[in-house]
């Protein structure tokens, strides 16, 4: 009797241990499968919300490139306008028309920046800027605030005005609008158009220089136009160095109408024509 006392006692504690990790085990299994749908459903989740993000980030650039493709050129619209104005009396035709800005080799970045510029921003640029060999055509305007050269290059404070003499700095993005510089050469011709006359220059000299440099904004022998953009063109993150592209005056001449002297000077000969 006792020892089938014993014998069940036995068993009993045996059994018991096997009972409670089986019930463990099931209880195990449950939490597991619980635990694998959350982590299932989570994740489904996170794919919407991603669909959700790449669907919207897609609207928001097409409604931005249809606003572009509209406004891009209003700032060169209105120069244009003040132009025909400054020369009423003049019956020849329009002496320019706008272009497509070429967004081939901006950062998305900027792209972004410029085009939500255009919709904050309506002064008057003081001039046009253009460089053939490149295929820059770009307003100037005053100041090189983060919005100003969203939307355009600026004059740099302390140089020359546009149509004066002196140095005129001219500073711009060089993942937006200067970006064409990295193509441009010793010898290359720039237009500086205000809205009675036109400056041309030719490039004399390019040189890559620190932020702290300013000398390379300083007045030179001759008046001259001297173009800032930061280097390495294609630096990610806060560029190290500058990339400044000096041109010295080859003649200033007026525009159909407006009545100013035509000059030339010695600094374009010898220059390509």
């Known amino acids: 009797m006792r020892v089938g006392l014993l014998l069940a006692n036995f068993l009993l504690i045996v059994a018991t241990p096997e009972a409670d990790f089986s019930e463990d085990d099931t209880t195990h299994q449950s939490l597991e499968g619980n635990s694998l749908g959350s982590g299932k459903t989570a994740s489904i989740l996170f794919e919407r919300c991603l669909l959700v993000a790449g669907v919207m980030l897609l609207a928001i650039w097409a409604v931005a490139t249809l606003h572009g493709k509209i406004f891009s050129h209003f700032a060169l619209w209105q120069f244009e306008n003040a132009q025909a104005a400054a020369m009423q009396n003049d019956v020849s035709k329009p002496v320019a028309t706008t272009r497509d800005v070429d967004f081939s080799l901006w950062a998305a970045k900027r792209i972004r920046a410029y085009k939500s510029s255009l919709q904050s921003a309506s002064s008057l640029p003081l001039a046009v800027l253009e460089i053939g060999k490149v295929n820059i055509r770009v307003p100037v305007f ?76 300083q007045a030179r022998s001759t008046s001259s136009l001297t173009l800032v953009t930061c280097y390495p063109f294609y630096f990610v993150g806060d560029a190290p160095q500058r990339f400044i592209v000096h041109a010295s005056i080859a003649s200033r001449r007026p525009l159909v109408g407006s009545g100013i002297q035509t000059t030339t000077t010695s600094a374009g000969l010898g220059k390509k024509q």
Do not use: C
């Not at 100003?148 to 600026?154: D, F």
């Not at 011709?189 to 490039?203: A, C, G, N, P």
């Open 142 to 217: 005053e100041g090189t605030d983060d919005l100003t050269l969203n939307r355009g290059v600026g004059r740099i404070v302390g140089t020359a005005t546009p149509g004066t003499e002196g140095n005129v700095g001219i500073a711009g993005h060089r993942d937006g609008f200067f970006r064409g510089l990295k193509d441009i050469s010793v010898g290359d011709e720039i237009d500086l158009i205000m809205t009675t006359e036109k400056t041309t220059y030719f490039v004399d000299q390019i040189e890559i220089v620190s932020p702290a440099d300013v000398r390379v904004l």
